[in-house]
Nanobody, 125 residues
Framework: QLQLVESGGGLVQPGGSLRLSCVAS????????IGWFRQAPGKEREGVSC????????YYADSVKGRFTISRDNAKNTVYLQMNSLKPEDTAVYYC??????????????????WGQGTQVTVSS
């Protein structure tokens, strides 16, 4: 049914920027949340940002607030994560995920039903 494909990861220097994309195919629910999560080696997966379709509300973790921006293009069934002023601690595999039926922002992993394969982001000089 629903398929998520992330792209846009790569190697950047500290202070650089990347834009991640997540294409959602087969998403037919009117209400849903799309979240971005990341997992660094040896660390637990953490929620980074999310968008909810009900009213367009967004959420950002304190660690990325002011640097990352989540957005969507409904015509292309795509959600983006613009990452600016990247730091070495942003290095991780980034995943997008969909929570069906959710009407408020959430970064609780247990709320999410579908996950993409992940894309590697490496910030290093």
């Amino acid at each position: 049914q629903l398929q998520l494909v992330e792209s846009g990861g790569g190697l950047v220097q500290p202070g650089g920027s990347l834009r991640l994309s997540c294409v959602a195919s087969g998403l037919t629910s009117e209400y849903y949340a799309i979240g971005w999560f990341r997992q660094a080696p040896g660390k637990e997966r953490e929620g980074v940002s999310c968008f909810v379709s009900s009213d367009g509300s967004t959420y950002y973790a304190d660690s990325v607030k002011g640097r990352f921006t989540i957005s969507r293009d409904n015509a292309k069934n795509t959600v983006y994560l613009q990452m600016n002023s990247l730091k070495p601690e942003d290095t991780a595999v980034y995943y997008c995920a969909v929570a069906v039926g959710i009407v408020v922002t959430t970064i609780d992993e247990n709320d999410y039903d579908f996950w993409g394969q992940g894309t590697q982001v490496t910030v290093s000089s």
